[in-house]
């Protein structure tokens, strides 16, 4: 578990989604908006997370909607250029997360030099988008020949409204992913962004394995003690939002009144182990 508190600073870190608006190209992108918006929206949304206390921050390309399993070069490229323009302003440990495509995600993390990627590294799923089915043997190849040793990889375990094409114990799938591909850490997610991962398949993995595991949906300020104490940090996104709405920016007060919560429960647990 030591790397997570050796980048983070801390046990059981709360990593941040920053969410990217639509990019050209994108379903959502509407006439009048524009990358230089882009950018503004995100330098925002990436102060109010820092204000309010968070450990990291994962770029994430959300709402480019429906997500492609080989992304438009498009996407990696107006990353980049908003990672590259607030490089400055990010005082955190930072990822990326190029949803549905992480050799996207390898080689923009080398671009920005990034200290973690997240996303669907393994498994075959079926679902909403058709079937997903990543190269984990390529995508750890070409981190490697990327030179990428000390970058950290957080694997989804369940994929977000897919399902497992053979149905497995979430234990199994671990322990095989671990002897194949030594990942860093896992995610528990749940449905969508924003719902509730499952604590219990939470709690028995984290007892079954050594690998950290973190809940990767569905953490609010009124479970984020319950979630701390069955896991190994989080990442939330959807409740730091205007009304916790998916769709909304980030608000401070809504980042700021979930970290009180989560230093109140590190200064309980800090008493506990005196």
Same mark, same amino acid.
């Given at each position: 578990?030591?790397? /997570? ?43 109010? /997370? ?21 992304? =438009?070069?498009? %996407? ?7 990672? #590259?323009?607030?490089?400055?302003? *990010? ?8 949803? $549905?495509?992480?050799?996207?995600? *390898?080689? @923009? $993390?080398?671009?920005?030099?990034? =200290?973690?990627?997240?996303? @669907? ?8 988008? %058709? *079937? ?12 490697? $020949?990327? &030179? @990428?040793?000390? @970058? ?9 409204? =897919?399902?497992? +094409? ?26 969508? $962004? %924003?719902?509730?991962? =499952?604590? #219990? ?7 079954? *394995?050594?690998?950290? +595991?973190?809940? %990767? ?15 190994? &940090? ?16 980030? !608000?401070? !007060? ?7 919560? +989560? ?6 647990? !800090?008493?506990?182990?005196?």
């Amino acid at each position: 578990m030591g790397w /997570l508190k050796e980048m983070f600073g801390t046990d059981k870190p709360i990593i941040a989604l920053l969410h990217l608006n639509a990019f050209p190209g994108d379903p959502l992108f509407k006439k009048g908006d524009s990358m230089k918006k882009t950018v503004e929206d995100a330098r925002r949304d990436l102060k109010a /997370l820092q204000d309010g206390g968070v450990d990291g921050v994962l770029f994430s390309n959300e709402f480019s909607l429906p997500y492609q399993q080989k992304i =438009d070069y498009i %996407g990696p490229a107006a990353m980049a250029r908003v990672i #590259g323009e607030l490089m400055d302003d *990010i005082k955190v440990p930072f990822g990326i997360d190029c949803e $549905a495509d992480p050799m996207a995600a *390898i080689d @923009l $993390a080398a671009a920005v030099d990034a =200290d973690f990627i997240r996303g @669907l590294f393994t498994g075959v799923y079926a679902g909403d988008d %058709g *079937i997903t089915m990543p190269d984990i043997a390529a995508i750890l190849r070409r981190k490697k $020949a990327l &030179g @990428l040793d000390d @970058l950290k990889m957080l694997y989804f375990i369940n994929n977000e409204s =897919d399902e497992y +094409v053979v149905e497995r114990r979430l234990v199994d799938i671990a322990n095989s992913t671990i002897f194949d591909c030594h990942p860093d850490a896992f995610l528990i997610m749940g449905q969508y $962004a %924003g719902q509730d991962a =499952d604590s #219990g398949s939470i709690t028995e993995l984290r007892e079954a *394995i050594d690998v950290p +595991v973190l809940c %990767g949906t569905g953490c609010n300020a009124g479970n984020i003690k319950e979630k701390l104490g069955i896991s190994d &940090g989080a990442t939330v996104g959807t409740t730091f939002k205007k009304d916790g709405k998916f769709e909304n920016h980030i !608000e401070y !007060e809504r980042v700021k009144e979930l970290m009180d919560q +989560v230093r109140e429960y590190r200064e309980s647990h !800090e008493k506990l182990e005196i």
